[in-house]
C-alpha cells in the first residue's frame, strides 16, 4: 500500500507535501512502524518550513477543531499543540481539569463524551492516570486522541520530537548510542524514547541508580527471561563507562520526592555520580548532542554550563516540538474522507 498521497490545495502542498498514511489515534510509539515514525520526520521538516515563514499560517485545517484536555501541569507540550493546531488554522480550545466540571467528579470519560458531543475533531490528553487516552480513545469514535503524557506509561509526541532532533543534526539514527541518564523507571519519556530510538535502529543504554532503572531490565541482566521492551535496551549504572563514544545524552529529571521514597542515597550522591557534566561529556563521542525533555532541574541532573552550553539542543528539542505535533495534528484530522 502506498504511504502517502498528494495533497492538492495549491498554499499548502508546497510545505506539507503529501497527506500521511492514515492513522486515527496517537497513544504510544509501539504501534508505530518504522516507515510510519519515518514519514512524520519527514512531514515534520514541512513543517518546521512554515514554522520559519515571516507569516506562519496555512489553511490546513481551517474549520477542524482541537481541545487539549489537561488534568496535569505542562509547559512545553500544551503550548507547543495550541501553537501547532493555530498554525494550521485549527480553532484550540484548551481545558485544564482545574475550572472544569472535573472538579464537580466527572468522569473522563464523560468529559470525553461532552467533548465529542460538541463536534470536536481532535483531543490532546495528559492524565496521570496510565491507560487514561486508550480509554478515550476505545470509547469516543468521532475523535481522534493524542497521547500528551499518562502516568509513568507513555509520551510519544515528546519522543518523536526527540528522534527529529537527533536526525536534523545527525542526518540518520541507525547505529547511534543513545544514552538516557536519570529516574527511568518514573519517565513516561524513557519508555517512548526507547521505543522510538530502538524501532529506527538506534542502540540505546540506560544509566542511573539501580533503584530508578525497570525492574525487568534489572533482572534481565541476571539473565531471567527478558521481556521484549527489555530486550531493546542495556542498562549500565556506571555513567562514566555508559557515556562512552555516546552520539547522544539525555538527562531526565529527577524529582526531589524520590530521595524521601528511599530511591536515593543522596541528592549530593546523585549528582556526583549520575550529574551529566562537561567532564563526562569528554568521553561521548565528539560533538554528542545533550538532549532534556524539561523541564530541568539545572545542577541535579544536569550542569548549568551543559544545559547551557554549545553540546545542548534543549531549545531546538522545544521547537521542533512545535513542528512534529503540527505533522501529528495534520496527519490526524486530514484522515482518509475528510479532507474538504
Ligand atoms: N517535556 C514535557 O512534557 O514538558 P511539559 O511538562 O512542560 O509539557
Redesign the pocket.
Known sequence: MSLSRTIETPEISGALGTVPTPRKHVLDLDDFSREEITEVLGSARGMKEVLGRDIKKVPALRGKVIVTLFYE??????ISFEEAGKVLSADVINMSASGSSAEKGESLLNTGLTIQAMGVDTIVIRHPHSGAPYLLAQHLDKVSVINA?DGLHA?PT?ALLDLYTVQDKLGSLEGLKVVIVGDVLHSR?ARSDIWGFAKMGAKVVLSGPATLMPPDLMRSSKNIARSHFASLVEVDTDLDRAIEGADVVMALRLQQERQNAGFLPSIREYIRRWQVTDDRLERAKPGAMVMH???MNEGIEISNSIAHGGSSVIEEQVTNGVAVRMALLYQLTIGPGQES
Not at 501541569?73 to 500544551?78: D, H, I, K, L, V
Open positions: 501541569a505542562s509547559t512545553r507540550t500544551r503524557g509520551h515528546q519519556v525533555p524539561g523541564p
